[in-house]
């Protein structure tokens, strides 16, 4: 009976070790900035078993706390455009020169908010699934993304409690209202912990078709890219012709996507082609050769090759066996959305305006793909909190504010009935890439950031000419500030995720020592003794089979993943007895462990990115 029991915890899924928030972390980032290295994990999470279906996330820890915990939820859109746009052009901590070095990024989302870079659907970017395996349908990547958050959350429980918003621009117009809505519905079913979303942010969406195309036409025409009555605007009249006559049938408000409406931009960018150079789809401000915007921003040219290099797939946990190199958009993830089946997310939105979120969507005016005029259009149609668009009473609207920063115009903001709108003067599809600091104040005062105790140099942000409550928009000087109770109370929640998995093996691997050491001293009492059950477990060397066929197993490339999970530094520490208690550790800024005794960009789609 014994031997069973021992055989059944070796064998077990109990006996192997599950992976912890110390293997995700990221030690050193090649071509780092000097200075306090930020805290960042990064790697794979399974979501689908049956298909190897694994997304990658990359995350960075806040470098301040101001009133509360919030965590930033960040995607890009495509379908099929890597989430890294984000996180080393847009938002994130750090920019890319073209010597692959790192630099601060003055205006990273991350000064109050911990942010997760996360690419998706399976396919995308460092993501991956098996050939053929790819999703079709919005309620899957959902699915998928609620697996993800489930998971990173057992891993990093510290985060579970944090404020969490949702954020991403382009064809993420359509991903985030369906993700906040499953929330919703995870949160209605009575979980243990339900997660405390607070708000989306869309920049430049793809959230309502039957809005955006007919926007193509008025967008040009308002930016002088074609005159109304030549020969070009009259080709491309009678092409949107053919696309409201689409649009106008019974199930076209139930299509996320129209061919013969995609038609008309593709035409409009290579009508006016000259000289072998194409107007910029992400910003009609550049014309460039005649990739139209899909070699665009200029950092894509580092980048690309950044991401490449092995140093950082090593940095950043990449599983190497499924590692091809990263591309910014994957053109077999946009393809195989085609075939799905979704309504647009314009028919979820209104209902997660009323369940309470706050909704923040915001445009960059240079953008053509995704513009503005489209993103207003739908505003002003759609239905929510008892009243259309921006009315506040009936017949009475919400006044547009003029916005200045730092003296300079900025933008206008619109809001009502918890949805507000904000327009970026001379911005692009990329509005974080082009004002990052302008983007942040934005972020700060959307997620309610108290600064009173915290310091710094906030910029000058006024509504029509009334200053706004201040924010800290430049540096990194100031230092974290929170109660010595909140500290406390974050470093043993990361602790307990550095060590829950470490803890399980540890008894698993007591108890099984312990039988192992009684049936030896039975064994060696009995004068008649019988064979061992262990006789298959060693060689006659004595030396253990488990281990050579571990190791014949890694020669072989079949990982036992019981083995190649199993942390070294669980090694290290059998002498402990489950009455010790265990040293803690913490991540510090520059040590991995401190004892702490302490179609363009999206296969056939054009959404871009």
């Known amino acids: 009976m014994l031997q069973k029991l021992l055989l059944l915890l070796l064998g077990s899924p109990i006996g192997a070790v599950a992976q912890s928030a110390a293997d995700y972390y990221v030690k050193s980032l090649p071509g780092q900035p000097d200075g ?22 990359w995350h960075f820890e806040n470098r301040h706390i101001a009133n509360r915990q919030r965590t930033v939820l960040w995607l890009n859109g495509g379908p099929g455009c890597s989430s890294m746009d984000g996180a080393l052009m847009e938002i994130g901590p750090y920019r890319l020169q073209d010597d692959h070095t790192l630099v601060n ?80 519905d995870r949160n209605k079913q009575g979980p243990d912990t339900p997660w405390n979303l607070k708000g989306i942010m869309i920049g430049n969406g793809w959230i309502s078709p039957i809005d955006q195309y007919p926007s193509y036409l008025k967008f040009a025409y308002a ?74 921003p200029p950092d894509l040219t580092s980048m690309t090759p950044y991401l490449r290099r092995p140093d950082v797939a090593q940095a950043l946990n990449l599983n190497h066996d499924k590692s091809t190199g990263w591309q910014e958009c994957a053109d077999k993830v946009g393809a195989n959305f085609r075939i799905g089946k979704s309504i647009p997310s314009i028919q979820i939105l209104p209902e997660v305006i009323e369940s309470g979120v706050h909704v923040l969507l915001f445009s960059g005016d240079k953008d053509l793909i995704c513009n503005h005029l489209g993103t207003e ?63 942040r104040d934005m972020l700060d005062r959307f997620i309610n950031v108290n600064i009173t105790s915290i310091g710094g140099s906030p910029g000058d942000s006024r509504l029509d000419g009334e200053k706004l409550p201040e924010t800290t928009v430049g540096g990194h000087k100031n230092e974290t500030t929170s109660t010595e109770h909140e500290d406390e109370k974050l470093k043993d929640a990361e602790w307990k995720a550095y060590t829950k998995s470490g803890e399980a093996a540890l008894i698993v691997v007591i108890i099984g020592v312990s039988i192992w050491g009684y049936l030896i001293y039975r064994s060696r009492r009995q004068r008649h003794g019988y064979r061992s059950v262990y006789k298959d477990a060693t060689s006659p060397d004595g030396s253990s089979t488990l281990l050579n066929r571990f190791r014949k197993n890694e020669r072989l490339g079949e990982r036992d993943l019981e083995a190649t999970d199993f942390d070294e530094s669980e090694l290290d520490r059998l002498d402990r007895t489950p009455n010790m208690e265990p040293e803690h550790y913490i991540i510090d800024d520059d040590e ?11 296969g056939s789609h054009s959404q871009g990115k």
Not at 592 to 602: I, K, M, N
Request: charged share 20%; glycine share 8%; aromatic share 14%.
């Open 36 to 57: 306090p290295f930020l805290k960042m994990h990064a790697g794979h999470v399974e979501v689908d078993p049956e298909t190897n279906g694994n997304l990658f996330f």
């Open 105 to 184: 990024n003055n205006g990273s989302w991350n000064e109050f908010a911990n942010l997760l870079f996360v690419d998706q659907p399976v396919g995308t970017g460092f993501s991956y699934v098996n050939t053929n395996s790819y999703i079709h349908d919005l309620d899957h990547m959902a699915n998928h993304m609620i697996i993800f958050l489930e998971k990173w959350f057992a891993l990093f429980p510290e985060y579970q409690s944090d404020d969490l918003y949702i954020a991403g621009e382009s064809y993420a117009g359509q991903y985030i209202p369906y993700i906040a809505k499953a929330i919703i």
């Open 223 to 296: 930016e002088g890219l074609i005159k109304e009555g030549d020969e070009i605007s009259t080709l491309l009249e009678k092409q949107q012709k053919r696309c409201f006559e689409l649009l106008s049938t019974d199930d076209a408000k139930d299509r996320v996507d129209f061919g013969e409406c995609e038609n008309i931009l593709q035409d409009l960018l290579s009508w006016t082609t000259s000289d072998g150079k194409c107007t910029n789809m992400y910003d009609v401000r550049l014309r460039e050769d005649d990739t139209c915007g899909t070699s665009w």
């Open 377 to 439: 259009q739908m505003i002003h149609n759609m239905k929510w909190n008892g009243g259309t668009g921006f009315e506040t009473s009936p017949g009475v609207w919400a006044p547009r504010r003029g916005w200045t920063f730092d003296d300079e115009p900025a933008g206008y903001y619109q809001q009502a009935r918890n949805l507000t709108y904000i327009l970026f003067y001379n911005a692009s599809h990329m509005v974080p890439y082009d004002w990052p600091r302008r983007s």
């Open 592 to 602: 991995e462990l401190v004892d702490s005794h302490e179609t363009p960009h999206g």
